[in-house]
T-cell receptor, first 113, second 109 residues
Framework: EAQVTQNPRYLITVTGKKLTVTCSQN?????MSWYRQDPGLGLRQIYY???????DKGDVPEGYKVSRKEKRNFPLILESPSPNQTSLYFC????????????FGDGTRLSIL | RKEVEQDPGPFNVPEGATVAFNCTYS??????FFWYRQDCRKEPKLLMS???SGNEDGRFTAQLNRASQYISLLIRDSKLSDSATYLC??????????FGPGTRLSVLP
């Protein structure tokens, strides 16, 4: 089954404790991206990657890192999480051919205390 | 001005009603357009792509007006299961996908 898998689905942690949210897709998509969704602000892009070893900042990259060492994986790293990073996070992937839409993971709800 | 704007709603309609959502975008270089639906903080799911000539998928019809930079979604014969938030998404052939804030629809029995 074609899917985008995020882990964990839920996480409560404390300020300053490094965390990683994993994202994996099995569709051989070149493009992967991370979004955060906050009430009243909609989905905002954090980082995206066009292919292996190619990453770019989205609209709200501050406080986040990503890496793309393999095509299928695109982890989101919060080196020193802060309460303003409490949010719902989505990973997405797509083929770059012919204006294909994005496919989203189930989401990760992060609470930073 | 926001890049993609939508009426946030909520739209409360009875079952069987026809409802239309509008979306405007500011980047005239935008090339691809989509409607997604999102249920109660779950992941967005593709509803339909929007083509220049307009397109229909069952009860759903999408229209694009490039001159006015306007996209619409029409839902006919609304079902209870159509209750969701509808997101307008615009892409400029780069990798910048911009999401609208969403329009919330509640279909009432």
């Amino acid at each position: 089954e074609a899917q985008v898998t995020q882990n964990p689905r839920y996480l409560i942690t404390v300020t300053g404790k490094k965390l990683t949210v994993t994202c994996s897709q099995n569709m051989n998509h070149e493009y992967m991206s991370w979004y955060r969704q906050d009430p009243g602000l909609g989905l905002r892009q954090i980082y995206y990657s066009m292919n292996v070893e190619v990453t770019d900042k989205g609209d709200v990259p501050e406080g986040y890192k990503v890496s793309r060492k393999e095509k299928r994986n695109f982890p989101l790293i919060l080196e020193s999480p802060s309460p303003n990073q409490t949010s719902l996070y989505f990973c997405a992937s797509r083929s770059v051919m012919n204006n294909q839409p994005q496919h989203f993971g189930d989401g990760t709800r992060l609470s930073i205390l | 001005r926001k890049e993609v704007e939508q009426d946030p709603g909520p739209f409360n309609v009875p079952e069987g009603a026809t409802v239309a959502f509008n979306c405007t975008y500011s980047n005239s270089a935008s090339q691809s357009f989509f409607w997604y639906r999102q249920d109660c903080r779950k992941e967005p799911k593709l509803l339909m792509s929007v083509y220049s000539s307009g397109n229909e998928d069952g009860r759903f019809t999408a229209q694009l007006n490039r001159a006015s930079q306007y996209i619409s979604l029409l839902i006919r014969d609304s079902k209870l299961s159509d209750s969701a938030t509808y997101l307008c998404v615009v892409n400029d052939y780069g990798q910048n996908f911009v999401f609208g804030p969403g329009t919330r629809l509640s279909v009432l029995p």
